[in-house]
T-cell receptor
Framework: GENVEQHPSTLSVQEGDSAVIKCTYSDSASNYFPWYKQELGKRPQLIIDIRSNVGEKKDQRIAVTLNKTAKHFSLHITETQPEDSAVYFCAANYQAGTALIFGKGTTLSVSS | DAGVIQSPRHEVTEMGQEVTLRCKPISGHNSLFWYRQTMMRGLELLIYFNNNVPIDDSGMPEDRFSAKMPNASFSTLKIQPSEPRDSAVYFC???????????FGSGTRLTVV
């Protein structure tokens, strides 16, 4: 089955800096890669996703890149703000109707 | 839409007791997923349903755990008997099955003492 590795487990940046979180997956058939943000005590919420026919996707300060050959994908947050502080999860699945397999999460702390 | 609705939000029970967690998915979503979240293991998939049919329950820890989806608008996750190591946040999520992101419920924080 699919296995998703996520690094780093914790990340501390200064406000205004960029943050990068990286994930690798094992199943070459995987073709859908979402990212979730979870604030303390809250539910995970989808922030951006990418499909295997796309190499990069941007949404304001957030971007995701995908390298299918290397089986890894990354989340990039630019101009970080204190409200970006949260746990971020990557995930992967290989077909519609199957379950997402999540990475272990990255705790991002943005200090002002 | 009210989103995915889970109940209860918090549950404290004694070891050995039966616990039932409930989930109402978003109307029209045909896939439902149960996850367990702990600090050590992150978000673990327990079981998921497509069109009310259980597809993969390989993540269910042991026979003490069972899940049902009697209709498209309701699912339960039952633990009997409960143990302290079952303490975690249990999330239900649903999707429309077209490989889009999930919508998670607010979760049930279970504490077994």
């Amino acid at each position: 089955g699919e296995n998703v590795e996520q690094h780093p487990s914790t990340l501390s940046v200064q406000e205004g800096d960029s943050a990068v979180i990286k994930c690798t997956y094992s199943d070459s058939a995987s073709n859908y890669f979402p990212w979730y943000k979870q604030e303390l005590g809250k539910r995970p919420q989808l922030i951006i996703d990418i499909r295997s026919n796309v190499g990069e996707k941007k949404d304001q300060r957030i971007a995701v890149t995908l390298n299918k050959t290397a089986k890894h994908f990354s989340l990039h947050i630019t101009e970080t703000q204190p409200e970006d502080s949260a746990v971020y999860f990557c995930a992967a699945n290989y077909q519609a109707g199957t379950a997402l397999i999540f990475g272990k999460g990255t705790t991002l702390s943005v200090s002002s | 839409d009210a989103g995915v609705i889970q109940s209860p939000r918090h549950e404290v029970t004694e070891m050995g007791q039966e616990v039932t967690l409930r989930c109402k998915p978003i109307s029209g979503h045909n896939s439902l997923f149960w996850y367990r979240q702990t600090m050590m293991r992150g978000l673990e998939l327990l079981i998921y349903f497509n069109n009310n049919v259980p597809i993969d329950d390989s993540g269910m820890p042991e026979d003490r755990f069972s899940a049902k989806m009697p209709n498209a608008s309701f699912s339960t996750l039952k633990i009997q008997p409960s143990e302290p190591r079952d303490s975690a946040v249990y999330f239900c999520a649903s999707s429309d099955g077209h490989q889009s992101g999930y919508t998670f419920g607010s979760g049930t924080r279970l504490t077994v003492v």
